[in-house]
């Protein structure tokens, strides 16, 4: 019985602890304090998650959390920080500021990097029914979001976009480079965006989890911008409505546009254009065979024409050099995410070699077998060409650009 009483008492001084003052009733039994403080905890449950990708972002953090806080007062919402691990202390800055305020919390990824599997993984990881995603750079205006949250929860919209090009421009610093670049990828993205949306490369915008949840299984999650990603993967349209907000100059940080974050945007566009008939990595890594197919021949050509050496050695030569001009190229290219260099270039260009030599000997022999079998030139070629290709793609895949 003593036991029983001083486990009480426990369960009392850590619940005191938990709703920050002193408890009405002290003759409560432990099931009845666990009940007690099961209550305070839901209580105290967000109800808007705000999602924050993150890559060297340290001198922003306390900031956007104290723009943040100064805006939703009288609100419970909670930040999630997801952070590609940040070279600059970020995640550290993170868990730092969390031991002191519980609404913070910190998502580190290793091994992984991408701003649009950062807001999946963040929003997955948080229960809240409204979800809110900004970037840490502070260019957005977070004192937009109460109004973005009045509009979810007074009117019949499930997702409000802060928009740069309603109302008055919004581009504010802009040169007039990255104002062509912006205004270029908003008319590709009108190749796969199914609404009406001024803004759809936006990256500040607020959605109920239902609109999340919907099409979280059809998201690309390539390249920089969740938003286009959704509105391409949703299965049916979704009630929107645009806020204005002037776009604010980078104070702290480096920007993160540059050539891989292009190709991640077109990698994307691709994807919800040709996916669903054959992958965009393969559909390049093909279009590069070709290419390499014209090297070959161009090299033969020259070989012959230019130099005395016979069929076989002009061919050999024509070939390894096809092979490395598709290696290059698809590094280049195709996995220019995960693009070798120094001497994981060299080691990739052996196993290339390697692959694609084991490549050749199957295309011929699977063209020989067709050819056999149905004695029509063309068919046997295009059989062993896709064997050949099939079999370097998938295994290339495996050992040359293998993810660190």
């Known amino acids: 019985m003593g036991g029983d009483v001083a486990a009480a008492r426990s369960d009392r001084h850590l619940l005191q602890g938990l709703t920050g003052g002193p408890i009405a009733r002290t003759d409560r039994l432990p099931g009845e304090i666990a009940a007690v403080a099961r209550t305070a905890a839901v209580a105290t449950s967000p109800d808007l998650s705000i999602i924050v990708p993150t890559l060297n972002e340290r001198d922003n953090i306390r900031p956007l959390i104290a723009e943040v806080d100064n805006a939703l007062i009288g609100v419970r919402w909670e930040i999630i920080f997801v952070d590609d691990d940040s070279r600059d202390g970020t995640a550290s800055l993170i868990r730092e500021i969390a031991r002191d305020d519980p609404r913070v919390r910190c998502l580190q990824r290793i091994g992984r990097r991408g701003l649009a599997t950062a807001c999946i993984e963040g929003v997955l990881a948080s229960a809240a029914p409204l979800i809110a995603v900004t970037d840490a750079d502070l260019q957005h205006d977070e004192r937009l979001l109460p109004d973005m ?24 610093g802009w040169s007039k480079r990255r104002g062509q670049i912006s205004y270029l990828a908003t008319r590709l993205s009108r190749l796969i965006c199914k609404a009406d949306i001024a803004d759809p490369m936006s990256g500040f915008f607020m959605m109920r989890r239902e609109v999340f949840e919907g099409a979280v299984r059809r998201l690309s999650g390539q390249g920089f911008k969740i938003l286009l990603d959704l509105l391409a993967s949703s299965p049916k349209p ?3 409505k645009e806020l204005h907000y002037v776009f604010r100059p980078r104070q702290r940080g480096t920007s993160k546009l540059d050539s891989l974050v292009a190709w991640e945007f077109g990698v994307l566009i691709a994807d919800k254009l040709i996916g669903h008939i054959v992958p965009v990595r393969f559909a390049l890594f093909a279009t590069i065979g070709c290419i390499g197919l014209c090297v070959q021949l161009a090299v033969l050509w020259l070989a012959l024409r230019l130099s005395s050496v016979g069929f076989a050695v002009a061919q050999s030569v024509a070939v390894f050099v096809a092979i490395a001009s598709n290696f290059l190229l698809n590094n280049f290219f195709t996995y220019r995410d995960q693009r070798l260099r120094g001497w994981r270039l060299w080691r990739g260009l052996a196993t290339f070699y390697v692959i694609a030599s084991i490549g050749a000997v199957a295309n011929v022999d699977v063209a020989a077998d067709v050819f056999h079998q149905r004695s029509v030139w063309w068919l046997a070629g295009i059989a062993g060409a896709v064997i050949g290709s099939v079999w370097n793609y998938a295994v290339s895949a495996i050992f040359t650009w293998k993810r660190r």
């Open 149 to 172: 949250l009045l509009a979810l929860q007074t009117e019949p919209y499930d997702l409000v976009i802060g928009s740069r090009y309603i109302g008055d421009a919004g581009s504010f």
């Open 238 to 240: 979704i009630p929107f």
